[in-house]
């Protein structure tokens, strides 16, 4: 951590004057930014989250990336390679969002391949057939989009403007994924049977990405208090329900769920018990790929060494020549430094 350059002044408390400026911003629902004074409860949190979601977009390229080589066309190959191109992208602006706040990404990437830190559970679920990608992009980009567009809003600059251009990507991703699942509808009976299963497949740890219910979530009450969230875990699940079910009455797909009716009274969807007990399992890290994911992550990371060496020789050199241009111009007043 480098907390030192980054608004640490005032110490973790801080004086009265710089947590009542802090209590302001957050009321009138403007911006922390990282040279700010912030508590070191909220800076914390921002890390967790933010690394969290950095993870989750890093770790959710493997899913989907093991469809690249197997995609039916050339026309799909190159809208898979684009969207998991733009995953690795999210996750880069995350891990910069983080480094704001003090964070190191080298840290960081150690916390998430010992285990030590958290990715989202959907994507230790495995991809068995092409549809898994037209419903990923649906359903797990489709709950994304719920839970993000909010945070577009968060109370945290550097990650609320991340936010804004993740949005729009994830939201092409949700359109290339609906599309992919018309034409495999529009198919053969075996091509309509394979979405299904798909769907019945990712349906259930879709409605788990929202996180814990409200009762027993740990941060949700602190981090609505500091606009880091600006919804519950439950208002989200239930957002996005409510948006997809006609989206797959129109695809012609059933949700599987007996429990999944209107309810007038609520002006809702009541949907069946989420079997939490799943969750907490994937969580702790016994998913049906768990293991698989962090060991792709980890051999990526040691072969990527070389590059990661290479890239700061190279780095430390310009900054040398830099250094050495800049010292010419002082020495030498009247020539310009080139
Ligand atoms: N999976 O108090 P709670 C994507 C943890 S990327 C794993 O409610 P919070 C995409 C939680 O961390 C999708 N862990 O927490 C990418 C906490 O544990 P710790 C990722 C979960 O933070 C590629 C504990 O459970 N999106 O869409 O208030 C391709 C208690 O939970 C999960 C984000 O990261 C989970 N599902 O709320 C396609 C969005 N849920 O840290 C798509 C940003 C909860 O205390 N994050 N936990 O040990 C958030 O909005 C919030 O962090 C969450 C959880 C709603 C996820």
Partial sequence: MRGEATGTAGGE???AEV????????????RIEPRDWMPGKYRSTMIRQIAQHAHSEIIGMQPEGEWITRAPSLRRKAILLAKVQ???GHGLYLYSAAETLGADRTDLTGKLVSGRQKYSSIFNYPTLSFADVG???WLVDGAAICNQVPLCRSSYGPYARAMIRICKEESFHQRQGYELLMALMDGTPAQREMVQDAVDRWWWPSLMMFGPPDADSTHTAQS???????HTNDELRQRFVDMTVPQAAALGVTLPDPDLRW???RGHHDFGAID???LKRVISGDGPCNAERIAVRRAAH????????????????????????MDDAVEKPGREAV
């Fill in 224 to 230: 609505m208090a500091w606009k880091i969230k600006r």
């Fill in 135 to 137: 419903v990923i992009g």
């Fill in 19 to 30: 947590q009542a400026l802090f209590e302001w911003t957050i009321e009138r629902d403007q």
């Fill in 13 to 15: 408390t801080g004086t």
């Fill in 86 to 88: 733009d995953e690795a």
């Fill in 263 to 265: 309810n007038a009274e």
């Fill in 276 to 278: 939490w007990s799943e």
């Fill in 302 to 325: 040691e072969d990527g060494a070389w590059v990661r060496e290479a890239a700061a020789a190279h780095a430390s050199k310009q900054a040398r020549r830099e250094r050495g241009a």
